[in-house]
């Protein structure tokens, strides 16, 4: 494995506007900086972000009035190109002979066991060691534990950042020993508005299906996503014509993992429309599909209210096992199969 932060997926990037209050505040009590971060929020607001901006100022070797990173130095320059040898990186991915990142389910222990001994060396810039860990809820138990030590007796000059959407699922021990930063979530028209600078079509549109999260809607832009959702649910708005094993056997086609990662994606389009479902039942306005009005009024008039609830807590519990083996066609039909049934004969 290769050092520093470009052995991870995307490296620092200009921090997002929305993000910049909370880090200037931040920074400016930079000689009180704590030892151990945990931001948090929800996913796809840029807290990765953050937390390298964070990493990139506590590296920088001319650091600001304000505390901020200058951007020019040695320092600032070796985070921007991914090469610094006092930053890790820690995220649920191996790397293969020829330094490929590829995705895994956690966070293992030798990662963490790495992290410790990087904690124990000298900085080689001679001004601090930091450590990224993103997502922290992705650390397995045992990982988790071997991160205590760190947290409780850490090496001077040592800084840890830990990125969380999911707060609740890291342990109280980790957790307890953490200062707590709440990242800030953009409003509709900075989201929108830093999309389309990204050359993103139908920015709001893609904004609302990410649930109001900026990066998130930027990887859901993507064409092929939105082939997949414009083409689930168009199925899933005819129940009575929809074809589970079909639908599966789309979903089976290919490599593992492309099996696996079309199914977390139809598991999301899933998510959204059951939630905007629930919320035309209500008589509420949908979130996630505006453009989709009219079925989803359609079909909430025939709905079974009861199991449809049920229904939504099953696919929760079934993205949590997405970590584990499975198998997707298998997954995907039962999933279609059970929603077909909410609607009954009519």
Request: hydrophobic share 45%.
């Amino acid at each position: 494995m290769s050092d520093g932060l470009a052995v991870t997926p995307g490296g620092w990037q200009p921090l997002p506007e929305w993000q910049r209050d909370v880090a200037t505040h931040a920074l400016s009590r930079r000689d009180r900086w704590p030892h151990a971060l945990l931001i948090i929020g929800r996913k796809g607001i840029g807290k990765r972000m953050l937390a390298l901006e964070f990493a990139r100022a506590l590296l920088c070797e001319d650091p600001d009035a304000s505390g901020d990173a200058c951007g020019m130095c040695l320092g600032c320059t070796y985070v921007a190109q991914g090469t610094h040898p006092d930053l890790r990186v820690i995220e649920p991915y191996v790397f293969d002979d020829e330094g490929n990142a590829m995705p895994v389910d956690s966070i293992a222990i030798d990662r963490i066991r790495e992290l410790t001994e990087f904690t124990h060396l000298s900085a080689h810039r001679s001004r601090a060691k930091v450590a990224v860990i993103a997502p922290a809820e992705a650390m397995n138990a045992s990982a988790a534990n071997a991160l205590l030590k760190t947290l409780e007796e850490p090496p001077e000059q040592t800084y840890l950042l830990l990125v969380s959407h999911q707060p609740a699922r890291l342990p109280a021990t980790i957790a307890s020993r953490c200062l707590r930063l709440a990242a800030p979530q953009p409003d509709t028209a900075s989201a929108a508005t830093w999309l389309k600078a990204r050359g993103v079509d139908r920015a709001e549109l893609v904004l609302a299906q990410a649930g109001g999260s900026p990066l998130l809607a930027l990887d859901l832009a993507d064409p092929s996503l939105q082939r997949q959702r414009d083409s689930l649910l168009d199925e899933l708005a005819r129940p009575e014509r929809l074809s589970p094993v079909a639908l599966g056997a789309q979903i089976d086609a290919g490599a593992k993992d492309e099996r696996k990662a079309r199914l977390g994606d139809a598991l999301y389009w899933l998510l959204t429309w059951t939630a905007d479902l629930a919320a035309a039942a209500a008589g509420a306005s949908p979130r996630f599909h505006p453009d989709r009005v009219e079925a989803l009024s359609r079909l909430a008039a025939r709905v079974a209210r009861v199991p449809l609830f049920r229904y939504y807590r099953a696919l929760l519990q079934q993205r949590l096992l997405l970590a584990h083996p499975l198998q997707p066609r298998l997954v995907a039909e039962a999933l279609l199969f059970e929603y077909r049934t909410l609607f009954g004969r009519g």
